[in-house]
């Protein structure tokens, strides 16, 4: 059974930072693409964060650059985001992807909430 279990969402102020994590169980984590997406409210589009290669290429939101650092650890089969100087505009639920295009399978997570106000 695949799981992708997100954790380290929260309420935090303006400037802030806080580290998501996704932990993966149920797949060879290391032959998977994964990012991170958001939802802004339901029924708005999920939209890409950023996300990291197999192969540990990068991709990031404009929205994001420079703020927001991903990265996985394939050992403890996690992926993380680590998110500085959060603005009120990045209140969302994040959610974990997990990819291969090779066999045509994604999974998601069930979101974890973040939520940027003073």
């Known amino acids: 059974q695949v799981q992708l279990v997100e954790s380290g969402g929260g309420l935090v102020q303006p400037g802030g930072s806080l580290r998501l994590s996704c932990a993966a169980s149920?797949?060879?984590?290391?032959?998977?693409?994964m990012g991170w997406y958001r939802q802004e409210a339901p029924g708005k589009q999920r939209e890409l964060v950023a996300?990291?290669?197999?192969?540990?290429?990068?991709n990031y939101a404009d929205s994001v650059k420079g703020r927001f650092t991903i990265s996985r650890d394939n050992a403890k089969n996690t992926m993380y985001l680590q998110m500085s100087s959060l603005k009120p505009e990045d209140t969302a639920v994040y959610y974990c992807?997990?990819?291969?295009?090779?066999?045509?399978?994604?999974?998601w997570g069930q979101g974890t909430e973040v939520t940027v106000s003073s």
């Open positions: 992807n997990a990819q291969n295009d090779r066999i045509s399978v994604g999974y």
């Open positions: 149920g797949i060879a984590f290391r032959i998977y693409d």
């Open positions: 996300e990291i290669t197999s192969k540990r290429s990068t």
